[in-house]
Nanobody, 122 residues
Framework: QVQLVESGGGSVQAGGSLRLSCAAS????????MGWFRQAPGKEREGVAT???????SYADSVKGRFTISKDNAKNTLYLQMNSLKPADSAMYYC????????????????WGQGTQVTVSS
């Protein structure tokens, strides 16, 4: 069974750091795009960071300079290092994997994890 399992969420104060992990099983995603999305209550799901099979990364403007996406192909694990967290970063964070050409919230053939909650207090 192909699945993505996130971990590492939690509650921190503003300015703190968290590291999210996403373990992929049942499939090797080295040739796909992987990334992190988030959804706050009452808001649409939005892209946070993406990494492709070559290791090229992209970030939402709101997290540039604070978040770093990386992956360990040997462990089939995706990471998101989040520093200088703000209350506005509070959301459910989802790991995703899929074909790079359609790698977006409403993209085709995107596999989603179950999510991990991040709460940042002021």
């Amino acid at each position: 069974q192909v699945q993505l399992v996130e971990s590492g969420g939690g509650s921190v104060q503003a300015g703190g750091s968290l590291r999210l992990s996403c373990a992929a099983s049942g499939y090797t995603y080295s040739s796909y795009c992987m990334g992190w999305f988030r959804q706050a209550p009452g808001k649409e799901r939005e892209g946070v960071a993406t990494i492709d099979s070559e290791g090229s990364t992209s970030y939402a403007d709101s997290v540039k300079g604070r978040f770093t996406i990386s992956k360990d192909n040997a462990k089939n694990t995706l990471y998101l290092q989040m520093n200088s967290l703000k209350p506005a970063d509070s959301a459910m964070y989802y790991c995703a994997a899929g074909p790079c050409p359609t790698f977006r919230v409403d993209g085709k053939d995107i596999l989603w994890g179950q999510g991990t909650q991040v709460t940042v207090s002021s």
